[in-house]
């Protein structure tokens, strides 16, 4: 069974500072991480993905991935009450070519001014 | 063009009832799939549908059933509702099979609420 795990929050942080968002992973064979932010009331929306370890930026968002940790991480930059938001994590592993993502039950982001 | 499209947006069942949600995807779009999002839960994969044909289950009971038109939109159909099939049932396209999420557009959902 292939399980994804975060903190349900809510994560409160001040206009302006930096939210870090954190995923753990169980199947070690998983191979692509994704973000995605889901307002209140609305579908999911993708917002980074990441396939290798080590960083990538996107604007504001920068994605973390350390798989011999299993470990994900979103870092929010400048943050803006627009931002507040639940964040779901996905994980992707080998599914005979489909996309078929697990994910977490994702973490309140609540950003106040 | 017009993004994916979900009928209906509500719905109110009891239990025991039977549901069948509706997913158009967006022009061109062959994969359809569909998931589960209980409130204060990530969506959970039920299906995937692909050239008519399914390509994916998801851990769900067989009172879950779907299907794909020859114009690729999709149903979703519940038999004997549970209190516990109250969610959100999202519905997404791909115009491949094996593409990433960066490829696939979901849907607003269907709010379905069994009493």
């Known amino acids: 069974q292939k399980e994804v795990e975060q903190n349900s929050g809510p994560l409160s942080v001040p206009e302006g500072a930096i939210a870090s968002l954190n995923c753990t992973y169980s199947?070690?064979?998983?191979?692509?991480f994704f973000w995605y932010r889901q307002y209140s009331g609305k579908s999911p929306e993708l917002i980074m993905s990441i396939y290798s370890n080590g960083d990538k930026e996107d604007g504001r968002f920068t994605a973390q991935l350390n798989k011999a940790s299993q470990y994900v991480s979103l870092l929010i930059r400048d943050s803006q009450p627009s931002d507040s938001a639940t964040y779901l994590c996905a994980v992707n592993g080998a599914s005979g070519g489909s996309y078929i993502p697990t994910f977490g039950r994702g973490t309140s982001l609540i950003v106040h001014p | 063009d017009a993004g994916v499209t979900q009928s209906p947006t509500h719905l109110i069942k009891t239990r025991g009832q039977q549901v069948t949600l509706r997913c158009s995807p967006i022009s061109g779009h062959k994969s359809v799939s569909w998931y589960q999002q209980v409130l204060g839960q990530g969506p959970q994969f039920i299906f995937q549908y692909y050239e008519k044909e399914e390509r994916g289950r998801g851990n769900f009971p067989d009172r879950f059933s779907a299907r794909q038109f020859p114009n690729y939109s999709s149903e979703l159909n519940v038999n004997a509702l549970l209190l516990g099939d109250s969610a959100l049932y999202l519905c997404?396209?791909?115009?491949?099979?094996?593409?990433?999420?960066?490829?696939?557009?979901f849907g607003p959902g269907t709010r379905l609420t069994v009493l």
């Open positions: 199947d070690r064979v998983s191979q692509s």
């Open positions: 997404a396209s791909s115009p491949l099979l094996a593409g990433g999420p960066d490829t696939q557009y």
